[in-house]
């Protein structure tokens, strides 16, 4: 590692103005950070500990939103009451990452700001426009196996590793961000960019800027919501394709869904091809195999990695039928 300067903030306004240089970088479960660190892909300069932050409460609001804290160790939000009731999808996108000692440390906020497992990305002696703005993209004519489908762009084709945040993207999740400037709300969907032009930049964060919460909405058929995770080995590995899905059924119809999609994508994506393709529709096969073929559709394969659009779909049909079967 090369060296740092280490700050315990002892409050929100002590954390953001610790970490107003470009070169400073918040220190939650450290699980991405730290082992980015070590492969000198991260080099902060200042390390702002926020461990010691009041951001742990998992509270209802009075509108039937779920506030969670930005230091709310993914363990126990797994296994909180409220989100094993009501987004079933959301608990078992977590408990479907890492290991349990990892969900034991990390964090809400740290995990919307994982960065990508690409091997290029994480080897200093390899060309990536991620890490090294303008240096290239080793991965187009690389190894891209577990690379990206959707949302690519000429400059980077890496996957978002996140489950958790693909279960947000399909419950309307909305991030709560406090800067010098004052507080805003994100839609957890804008709050991660495409890579475009400059894959360098990968959320809507400002320097300084601090994750304090994620509101959940009610959503009143999110207990009828199924994640499916599809990877290369039983745990501890990253998906290849992931689907995260919520169905309101009716009299022979499916009044309204939620769908975003996993392990393909350059940030969580949510399909709203694939929810226009179910709504006014009966829950058959028919019908889930249809927005499967909508999600896709923009699919764009590289050497490798064109089985995850085949994949995908498969994920994405298995995870509404389980849904449809919910009662």
């Given at each position: 590692m090369h060296p740092?300067?280490?700050?315990?903030?002892?409050?929100?306004?002590?954390?953001?103005?610790?970490?107003?240089?470009?070169?400073?970088?918040?220190?939650?479960?450290?699980?991405?950070?730290?082992?980015?660190?070590?492969?000198?892909?991260?080099?902060?300069?200042?390390?702002?500990?926020?461990?010691?932050?009041?951001?742990?409460?998992?509270?209802?609001?009075e509108d039937g939103t779920v506030?969670?804290?930005?230091?709310?160790?993914?363990?126990?939000?797994?296994?909180?009451?409220?989100?094993?009731?009501?987004?079933?999808?959301?608990?078992?996108?977590?408990?479907?990452?890492?290991?349990?000692?990892?969900?034991n440390m990390a964090t809400t906020g740290g995990n919307l700001l994982q960065r990508t497992r690409c091997y290029y990305f994480r080897d200093t002696a390899e060309a990536c426009n991620k890490r090294e703005p303008g240096s290239g993209c080793a991965a187009l004519d690389g190894c891209n196996r577990i690379h990206?489908?959707?949302?690519?762009?000429?400059?980077?084709?890496?996957?978002?590793?996140?489950?958790?945040?693909?279960?947000?993207?399909?419950?309307?999740?909305l991030v709560h961000i406090a800067g010098a400037r004052g507080s805003r709300v994100v839609p957890l969907i804008d709050f991660h960019l495409l890579p475009g032009d400059d894959p360098e930049r990968e959320t809507v964060l400002a320097a300084g800027e601090l994750i304090t919460a994620v509101d959940v909405p009610p959503l009143a058929y999110g207990r009828r919501s199924v994640y499916v995770k599809v990877r290369d080995r039983a745990s501890y590995a990253f998906a290849l394709a992931s689907a995260a899905v919520a169905l309101d059924?009716?009299?022979?119809a499916i009044v309204d869904a939620r769908v975003a999609l996993g392990g393909i994508a350059t940030k969580p994506w949510r399909s709203r091809e694939a929810e226009l393709a179910?709504?006014?529709?009966?829950?058959?096969?028919?019908?889930?195999?249809?927005?499967?073929?909508?999600?896709?559709?923009?699919?764009?394969p590289r050497r490798h990695n064109a089985f995850k659009i085949a994949l995908a779909k498969r994920t994405l049909v298995r995870a509404l039928t389980r849904a449809g079967a919910l009662r």
């Open positions: 740092f300067h280490y700050v315990a903030a002892v409050d929100e306004a002590s954390a953001r103005e610790a970490a107003q240089r470009p070169d400073a970088r918040f220190l939650a479960g450290g699980t991405t950070l730290v082992d980015l660190m070590k492969l000198h892909v991260e080099q902060p300069r200042v390390l702002v500990d926020v461990n010691g932050l009041p951001l742990t409460g998992i509270d209802e609001q506030r969670v804290g930005a230091m709310v160790r993914n363990s126990d939000l797994a296994h909180h009451v409220l989100i094993r009731s009501r987004y079933p999808v959301l608990a078992q996108a977590i408990l479907a990452g890492a290991s349990a000692q990892v969900r990206a489908v959707l949302g690519t762009s000429d400059h980077c084709i890496a996957t978002h590793p996140s489950d958790m945040c693909v279960a947000l993207a399909a419950l309307d999740a059924l009716g009299p022979g179910l709504i006014g529709k009966a829950p058959t096969a028919a019908t889930f195999c249809a927005a499967a073929e909508a999600a896709l559709e923009e699919a764009v």
